[in-house]
């Protein structure tokens, strides 16, 4: 891999990285409820899906996978219910003392279970990892050694594109500190949520 294909890559990932998708979304809606470093540890549910996902993208499974009818409309519609049931959450999610609200909340261990299953219920990101990465690879080169570097570099930019969106969810901390507009907040990440779902829904594809 010769480094032209690596500035290449870099700008084109990172503007993956930096789109505002769903799992972007609850680093920010974790980070406003919870905090900056809570939403970081967070977002290593997400890196170890798209981990898994590098993985089979480099042994080929991911491909056959991807090509498979059913089950892309399994985690079609497994996707899109559970962006469903986080929107359900936040719609009624209680706008009262946020230190008391945070106590009730599940635990680092489960936001980051949240994270993963969110990634990992993603058709569209089995299709960067299937179709994106794949671009850059050599295939007369060491296939798995490309994907290892190319892998690495995604996850690094992911975790620069959490950190960027746990800031904003903390700024907006700050900025909804009312429990009216808290409200409004949770009201407008569940709305974009959803709208996410049906994204998925009527995903297809290419």
Not at 21 to 26: A, D
Not at 100 to 112: D, I, K, W
Request: proline content about 4%.
């Amino acid at each position: 891999m010769d480094l032209t294909t690596l500035w290449l890559f870099i700008p084109a990932c990172f503007a993956l990285n930096l789109a505002p998708g769903p799992n972007n979304l609850l680093s920010m809606s974790n980070a406003k409820r919870y905090g900056v470093n809570t939403a970081c540890l967070a977002g290593i549910g997400r890196l170890s899906a798209f981990l898994v996902m590098i993985a089979l993208a480099a042994s080929g499974l991911a491909t056959l996978l991807y090509a498979s009818e059913k089950l892309f409309l399994a985690i079609k519609l497994l996707g899109a219910a559970y962006l469903f049931w986080l929107a359900y959450q936040l719609w009624f999610a209680a706008p009262g003392d946020e230190r008391e609200f945070e106590e009730r909340q599940r635990s680092l261990l489960g936001l980051a279970r949240q994270e993963f299953l969110l990634a990992a219920g993603n058709p569209k990101a089995i299709l960067i990892f299937t179709a994106f990465l794949p671009q850059f690879v050599d295939p007369a080169g060491h296939v798995v050694l490309q994907f290892t570097v190319l892998g690495a570099l995604f996850l690094l930019l992911e975790w620069v594109a959490i950190v960027g969106y746990a800031y904003v969810g903390a700024f907006l901390r700050h900025l909804f500190s009312r429990p009216a507009m808290r409200r409004l907040f949770n009201r407008g990440c569940a709305s974009l949520l959803a709208s996410a779902g049906v994204g998925l829904l009527v995903a297809r594809r290419q």
